[in-house]
Nanobody, 113 residues
Framework: QVQFVESGGGLVQAGGSLRLSCATS????????MGWYRQAPGTQRDLVAY???????NYQDSVKGRFTISRDNDKNTVYLQMNSLKPEDTAVYYC???????WGQGTQVTVSS
């Protein structure tokens, strides 16, 4: 059974940091391109960053230089380090494998001004 369990969200002031984790099971994690997505109220779910199987990363322009995606294949976990957070980063954050149509419950990130 495929599971993606996101954690690490919370309430933080602008300029602060959070580290999100996504523990996966039921997939061949090391062979999976993994992405972090976010969805703010009333908006579509957008891809924020992804990491390929060989560790190459790609970021949405709005988070370049502030967010870092990484993976630990031994722990089947993908991370998103978020620094210099802005109120516009407020959203529910989800992880997902590019090759599987399955979503976890997400984790709420709220950035106060």
């Amino acid at each position: 059974q495929v599971q993606f369990v996101e954690s690490g969200g919370g309430l933080v002031q602008a300029g602060g940091s959070l580290r999100l984790s996504c523990a996966t099971s039921g997939i061949t994690f090391s062979n999976s391109v993994m992405g972090w997505y976010r969805q703010a109220p009333g908006t579509q779910r957008d891809l924020v960053a992804y990491i390929s199987t060989n560790g190459r990363t790609n970021y949405q322009d709005s988070v370049k230089g502030r967010f870092t995606i990484s993976r630990d294949n031994d722990k089947n976990t993908v991370y998103l380090q978020m620094n210099s957070l802005k109120p516009e980063d407020t959203a529910v954050y989800y992880c997902k494998s590019f090759s599987i149509n399955h979503w976890g419950q997400g984790t709420q990130v709220t950035v106060s001004s």
